[in-house]
Nanobody
Framework: VQLVESGGGSAQSGGSLRLACVGS????????MGWYRQAPGKEREGVAT???????SYADSVKGRFSISQDLAKNTLYLDMISLKPDDTGMYYC??????????????????WGHGTQVTVSA
């Protein structure tokens, strides 16, 4: 299984970005997929997750600004980010697990992780 993120970059405060995570090497549904981020000197934190029924969950800090979605035909998970803030700066990682018994931004254990894409938001 391979997860490859793209779409990161620089944005001004109030701007928007769209991240994509393309999965390959599997042909089954993942019980849980999500986006996580890590800022310098901070722990990795959950941003948004989606379970296999399509149910979405968000961290309080991004509710109303970020939206997670997926295109099953393309095996791609997206994260649409608007009204970006400098605090959104960090490395964004895609995660997936075919056996996760639960799904939500508080989940830390995933079977598969991507290598990340950097998001930098300037004031």
């Amino acid at each position: 299984v391979q997860l490859v993120e793209s779409g990161g970059g620089s944005a001004q405060s109030g701007g928007s970005l769209r991240l994509a995570c393309v999965g390959s090497g599997y042909n089954y549904m993942m019980n849980c997929m999500g986006w996580y981020r890590q800022a310098p000197g901070k722990e990795r934190e959950g941003v948004a997750t989606m379970d296999k029924s399509g149910s979405e969950s968000y961290a309080d800090s991004v509710k109303g600004r970020f939206s997670i979605s997926q295109d099953l035909a393309k095996n791609t998970l997206y994260l649409d980010m608007i009204s970006l803030k400098p605090d959104d700066t960090g490395m964004y990682y895609c995660a997936a697990d075919p056996f996760a018994p639960s799904c939500g931004p508080n989940r830390r254990a995933f079977g598969y992780w991507g290598h990340g894409t950097q998001v930098t938001v300037s004031a």
